[in-house]
């Protein structure tokens, strides 16, 4: 059974209703899931953001994406909206929750119809809700929607010109589940200087929502996340936390 529930978003809120995930043969069981009041927080340290019983390499390497552009200043202001210790939640996209007509599909990055111009879809056009909302790829591809065989993950760009320069401890959220990608997730952290950091997931360890905590980095006023599917299966999308801890 279907239940589609339409909640309008703007901002940066999330909005989201009940749908089927493409894992069809796990869809009663979801709904009869335990729900679980806090998540798993699968890293051993900060100064080593790697989840404990993941048996991907975690080791830190070099990439060449250049940071995005997250926003018109050109200066980066001294103070912020944020106080230490302060979280700053980037949810996802607002969805119908109906995986064939999810709005918005694409992603445009405007603003507009639910869209959060910090959370910036790339090819990843599916989305549900249990106990949190969520986007997700997957193998199967139904009219209108990315080929699974392309580039596809989702950019956290907060705007921290407005919320502050500096450091912050980075978690990023996920729903476990047996049907996600055989390979592991890459989670990218791009601070504002140095080199990038990536951390790789196995998505089916842990329960419910899990968060990975990608440690404390200086973001300064233009870093950024990156957290991408580098297959053709099923890797999730959740929300994001920066704890601002000051310059």
Same mark, same amino acid.
């Given at each position: 059974?279907?239940?589609?529930?339409?909640?309008?978003?703007?901002?940066? $809120?999330?909005?989201? !209703?009940?749908?089927? @995930?493409? +894992?069809?043969? /796990?869809?009663?069981?979801? =709904? *009869?899931? #335990?729900?679980?009041?806090?998540?798993?927080?699968?890293?051993?340290?900060?100064?080593?953001?790697?989840?404990?019983?993941?048996?991907?390499?975690?080791?830190?390497?070099?990439?060449?994406?250049?940071?995005?552009?997250?926003?018109?200043?050109?200066?980066?202001?001294?103070?912020?909206?944020? $106080?230490?210790?302060? !979280?700053?939640?980037? @949810?996802? +996209?607002?969805? /119908?929750?109906?995986?064939? =007509? *999810?709005? #918005?599909?694409?992603?445009?990055?405007?603003?507009?119809?639910?869209?959060?111009?910090?959370?910036?879809?790339?090819?990843?056009?599916?989305?549900?809700?249990?106990?949190?909302?969520?986007?997700?790829?997957?193998?199967?591809?139904?009219?209108?929607?990315?080929?699974?065989?392309?580039?596809?993950?989702?950019?956290?760009?907060?705007?921290?010109?407005?919320?502050?320069?500096?450091?912050?401890?980075?978690?990023?959220?996920?729903?476990?589940?047996?049907?996600?990608?055989?390979?592991?997730?890459?989670?990218?952290?791009?601070?504002?200087?140095?080199?990038?950091?990536?951390?790789?997931?196995?998505?089916?360890?842990?329960?419910?929502?899990?968060?990975?905590?990608?440690?404390?980095?200086?973001?300064?006023?233009?870093?950024?996340?990156?957290?991408?599917?580098?297959?053709?299966?099923?890797?999730?999308?959740?929300?994001?936390?920066?704890?601002?801890?000051?310059?």
């Amino acid at each position: 059974m279907r239940i589609v529930l339409l909640v309008l978003l703007s901002g940066c $809120a999330a909005t989201g !209703t009940v749908a089927g @995930e493409d +894992d069809v043969a /796990t869809d009663a069981a979801e =709904t *009869t899931d #335990p729900i679980a009041e806090t998540s798993v927080d699968t890293n051993a340290t900060d100064a080593a953001p790697v989840e404990t019983d993941v048996a991907f390499d975690t080791t830190p390497e070099a990439t060449t994406d250049a940071p995005l552009d997250v926003g018109p200043d050109a200066g980066c202001p001294a103070k912020g909206s944020l $106080a230490i210790g302060e !979280t700053w939640t980037l @949810e996802v +996209d607002a969805h /119908t929750g109906d995986e064939a =007509t *999810t709005l #918005p599909k694409l992603d445009a990055n405007d603003g507009k119809a639910g869209d959060s111009p910090y959370f910036r879809r790339n090819n990843v056009a599916r989305a549900h809700y249990f106990l949190e909302n969520y986007w997700f790829t997957s193998k199967h591809q139904e009219t209108g929607e990315p080929s699974p065989t392309g580039p596809q993950w989702v950019d956290y760009a907060p705007p921290l010109r407005k919320l502050g320069a500096g450091r912050y401890q980075v978690g990023v959220y996920y729903r476990q589940s047996d049907n996600r990608a055989p390979y592991p997730a890459v989670y990218t952290v791009h601070p504002a200087s140095g080199a990038d950091v990536v951390v790789k997931v196995d998505q089916r360890k842990g329960k419910d929502f899990v968060k990975v905590d990608l440690g404390a980095h200086d973001l300064g006023c233009t870093g950024w996340v990156r957290v991408e599917d580098t297959g053709n299966d099923s890797i999730v999308f959740g929300k994001a936390e920066f704890v601002y801890l000051g310059k």
